[in-house]
């Protein structure tokens, strides 16, 4: 079994972030993702980001992720990547389990980061297993990455900053959208992504939500409804909209699995996304040596996790007895940009997560 | 539907793979997942569900949901979401748990 100095497992923001600090530092890592490409969901991001210039703001995530990768490729020599690769066990003694292709090995790291990310999660309605009812992000990826259409007609399912940031992108893609429901009563994102989209002609219904998918291979008619104050669907208040994809954006959920077979504490904090590995003010598990940053440890924007990403890989290399120059000062500018990155009214879900995880940096 | 215009996005047009679907041969681009190649030739319906055998397609397109799995040159449970497509492959709807 090779010995390796610092494996990170994924290569989104958070990953590639922390990095790109281990790099610098002068020690080795171990990169591994299972995608082809590195950047995570950054790939498929063609907006402009919100937030600070320490950040990137107002750049476009995938051109954030081409500057993060030519960040660590500058390190090759202490650099392997492992991609097309997916960790499929992970253990106390710091030992992972990977399947690339056909090929399972094992490595042993002195510290893991763990920077596994969120998937997109689901709602409940019926036919919501029908072909042509895809996440959110799922159509961004098809789109964005491979260049090709969902569908012709879509509805959205859901008012956060995906649902009508994918709305849009969708329309630049030339693909019409129908509606977007939501089922609160008040769009949940951001008001100027909201009304550039209804701008464009996108009908957002309000207290709204889909009913059922209809079709026989795949989506062919979707039902919605109108929800009365309780949630509850209002029979008689049916529509039938003639689309052929559904998209779900109605929030994330950290991949904690690796953590939980690890064995490393988990807890669940609703306002962070689900279930949650528990962390201190250091970015480490309750697993000495195991380190997790990024959406794994709450579900926030890609600006919050290059910044966790940073104080991880500054942790880490203090465990590993590397002297890097005003490393305390960094630390605490980070955890300042992190406060700056918590602030604003849109961001109170995610203070009261880390208040109840007892750590509000 | 390939996208052909992009505001922002240039998508260069690519070489031509082709690969066997069901017995069919059918193309893609070279950059395709499997599942992308499969999406751009209207197929969506990927593999049936267990126990009611109800049509399946992708979700989460990251290789997170095993929504996609498929059948490709004979071996099962294969996300075809996040697997590269390749001359020659055969892939094929998986219905069941698959045999290996």
């Keep these: 079994m090779q010995e390796k100095e610092v494996i990170i497992v994924g290569a989104g923001p958070a990953g590639l972030m922390a990095a790109y600090k281990i790099l610098e530092a002068g020690a080795n890592v171990t990169l591994i993702d299972r995608n082809r490409n590195l950047g995570g969901q950054l790939i498929k991001q063609t907006h402009k980001f919100f937030g600070s210039e320490k950040q990137y703001a107002s750049k476009r995530g995938i051109d954030i992720m081409n500057i993060l990768i030519d960040k660590i490729k500058a390190y090759e020599d202490r650099l392997e990547i492992l991609n097309e690769t997916s960790v499929v066990g992970m253990y106390k003694d710091k ?267 | 539907m390939r996208i052909k215009k992009h505001p922002i996005l240039d998508f260069k047009q690519k070489d031509k793979v082709s690969f066997r679907f069901n017995g069919k041969i059918i193309y893609g681009v070279k950059g395709d997942t499997i599942a992308s190649a499969l999406h751009e030739n209207g197929i969506k319906k990927l593999s049936e569900s267990i126990h009611l055998k109800r049509p399946r397609g992708f979700y989460c397109a990251i290789g997170n949901c095993a929504s996609c799995n498929m059948v490709v040159d004979g071996k099962p449970n294969v996300r075809t979401c996040i697997t590269p497509l390749k001359e020659g492959m055969v892939v094929e709807n998986q219905v069941g748990k698959g045999k290996v």
């Design chain 1, 95 to 361: 030992v992972i389990a990977c399947l690339k292709g056909d090929t399972f090995f094992k490595l042993k790291g002195k510290s893991i980061i763990v920077a596994t990310g969120a998937s997109e999660k689901s709602i409940p309605f019926e036919n919501n297993d029908l072909p042509g009812v895809y996440a959110a992000g799922a159509v961004q990826t098809l789109m964005n990455e491979y260049g090709v259409k969902p569908g012709d007609k879509v509805v959205m399912v859901g008012s956060g900053n995906i649902g009508l940031i994918v709305s849009y992108q969708l329309l630049q893609a030339g693909v019409k959208v129908k509606a977007l429901v939501e089922a609160a009563p008040k769009i949940s994102g951001y008001l100027v992504h909201a009304s550039k989209i209804q701008r464009l002609g996108v009908d957002i219904k309000t207290s709204t939500s889909i009913k059922k998918a209809i079709g026989k291979d795949s989506v062919e008619k979707v039902e919605i409804w109108d929800l009365d104050p309780t949630w509850q669907g209002i029979e008689g208040s049916e529509q039938i909209l003639d689309v052929d994809t559904v998209c779900i954006s109605v929030g994330l959920a950290p991949l904690t699995e690796l953590m939980q077979q690890l064995g490393a504490e988990v807890r669940y904090i609703k306002e962070l996304g689900g279930n949650v590995p528990v962390i201190d003010a250091r970015y480490q598990t309750t697993v000495k040596g195991v380190y997790a940053c990024g959406d794994v440890v709450g579900i926030e924007e890609a600006s919050s996790a290059m910044v966790e990403g940073k104080i991880t890989g500054l942790n880490v290399l203090e465990d590993l007895g590397y002297n890097v120059l005003d490393s305390r000062q960094a630390l605490k500018a980070y955890h300042e940009e992190l406060k700056f990155l918590r602030d604003g009214p849109h961001a109170s879900k995610v203070r009261s997560g880390y208040l109840k995880r007892g750590m509000l940096t």
